[in-house]
């Protein structure tokens, strides 16, 4: 059985940084792509970043320079590097993994950011 386990929400103050983590496991096979989705109260889950084969990356245009994604040693980890953080990037954050053409998700973990 897949499972996406996260770790690294909280709550911290505009311009601050967290880094949200993670791990994947379950499956024989790779995790392509993993990213970060967030979801704020009365809007739709939206693409924060995903990574894919080559380490290749994509961000959403509201978090680039401030926000990266990179993958674990053991390429079934993903972390989110939240820099200069603003109000606007409280939301649930999920994590998504993709193996074998099914898509998973964790269970959210929660950023919230004071002004």
């Known amino acids: 059985q897949v499972q996406l386990v996260e770790s690294g929400g909280g709550l911290v103050q505009a311009g601050g940084s967290l880094r949200l983590s993670c791990a994947a496991s379950g499956s024989i096979f790779r995790f392509n792509p993993m990213g970060w989705y967030r979801q704020a109260p009365g809007k739709q889950r939206e693409l924060v970043a995903d990574?894919?084969?080559?380490?290749?990356?994509n961000y959403a245009d509201s978090v680039k320079g401030r926000f990266t994604i990179s993958r674990g040693d053991a390429k079934n980890t993903v972390y989110l590097q939240m820099n200069s953080l603003k109000p606007e990037d409280t939301a649930v954050y999920y994590c998504n993994a993709m193996s074998i053409g099914n898509n998973y998700w964790g269970q959210g973990t929660q950023v919230t950011v004071s002004s």
């Open positions: 990574i894919r084969s080559g380490d290749s990356t």
